[in-house]
């Protein structure tokens, strides 16, 4: 689909979603002032090509894992290779090419066995590749259920108000206490997160009645979550980069925050390695994201070094490989 081709009503749609993914689509056409059918009609076009996927994933941090971005530099010509044999694994999430197409970006998670990590010893052995650099993530300021979708001003407070789900009253289940039963349930919401609850049943062998429940639970826990991934075409964005700045240890968190509330921010953490901040910016084109540098990032007085790579094409997202079938875990420790 061309910009051009999306209107309000898709705009609105992404983000009824992002506030509850699994919302019905009638409780949306309510809040949105549209029929049924019309909600059903737009998902299933932006769906079927490829502008909107709902993805049911489970929080790093509450899981108990240790995040990775990884950073693979490769010859030339050896990038695009590398980058499709690392998507088909199912321990990585957000791969990208960057940086002119000679180096890889890319999100891996590992358990309490750090030395178990997936690049840093697993990585093709191949020519290809001529550097990694590893950067463990401290703290998320931006990122998982926080979308930049959010921070995109298509609703209003009484819409969204008629699409957040009502309080729970589900007892939190906790990470540890994950049988087969949910590790199926989680594979499925993984690769669609409206994935129905007859299907659901069946992956998990229980009836659609616990696993409503368990679904609950975990959403209680912070367990799961629900994301959008989504066409950035549909806001009227077309630039993507990475950002890696240094700061003053004593101003992190502060800069860390602010960037955080920034518009273009889609994700921002702290990290170890050469720098310390890690970021993700989604701007309209080119000259907004220099703008961008020049003004809202020079703004942010403890930076002493900005380094950007801007994303010349997304290998994988946080769901499974296109073409890649069998029961594939989804991504967490056991699999940004």
């Not at 367990?223 to 950002?243: C, K, Q, S, W």
């Not at 994988?316 to 069998?326: I, N, T």
Request: glycine share 8%; charged share 25%; with cysteine.
């Amino acid at each position: 689909m061309k910009s051009h081709e999306f209107d309000r009503l898709d705009r609105q749609l992404v983000r009824a979603l992002q506030v509850d993914g699994r919302a019905s689509f009638s409780r949306i056409a309510q809040a949105l002032g549209v029929s049924d059918q019309t909600v059903a009609r737009r998902y299933g076009r932006l769906r079927g090509r490829g502008s909107l996927q709902v993805m049911g994933l489970t929080s790093p941090a509450v899981m108990g894992e240790v995040q990775w971005i990884i950073r693979v530099q490769c010859t030339p010509d050896g990038a695009a290779p590398v980058a499709e044999a690392l998507a088909r694994r199912d321990d990585t999430a957000w791969i990208s090419l960057i940086s002119g197409g000679t180096e890889i970006n890319c999100v891996s998670r590992s358990g309490d066995d750090r030395s178990d990590s997936l690049l840093l010893q697993r990585l093709p052995r191949t020519r290809s590749v001529v550097g990694v650099t590893a950067y463990c993530v401290l703290h998320t300021y931006f990122g998982e259920s926080l979308s930049l979708i959010s921070k995109l001003d298509t609703l209003t407070a009484e819409q969204t108000r008629l699409l957040e789900p009502g309080p729970s009253t589900a007892v939190p289940r906790p990470a540890e206490a994950l049988d087969e039963a949910d590790h199926r349930m989680l594979a499925l919401l993984q690769r669609d997160g409206r994935t129905g609850l007859a299907e659901l049943a069946s992956a998990g062998g229980l009836s659609q009645t616990s696993v409503r429940r368990r679904m609950a639970e975990l959403k209680a826990s912070g367990v799961l979550y629900y994301d959008i991934d989504f066409d950035r075409r549909i806001f009227g964005l077309d630039t993507v980069a990475m950002l890696w700045l240094s700061v003053s240890p004593s101003e992190l968190d502060r800069t860390g925050r602010e960037l955080a509330e920034h518009p273009e921010v889609a994700f921002c953490c702290a990290t170890t390695g050469p720098t310390n901040l890690h970021a993700v910016v989604i701007c309209k084109d080119i000259p907004a994201f220099y703008t961008y540098l020049t003004t809202s990032i020079s703004a942010l007085g403890a930076v002493q070094q900005v380094e950007t790579g801007p994303v010349l094409r997304r290998i994988k997202a946080a769901g499974p490989y296109p073409g890649v079938s069998g029961d594939v875990r989804y991504w967490s420790g056991r699999q940004a």
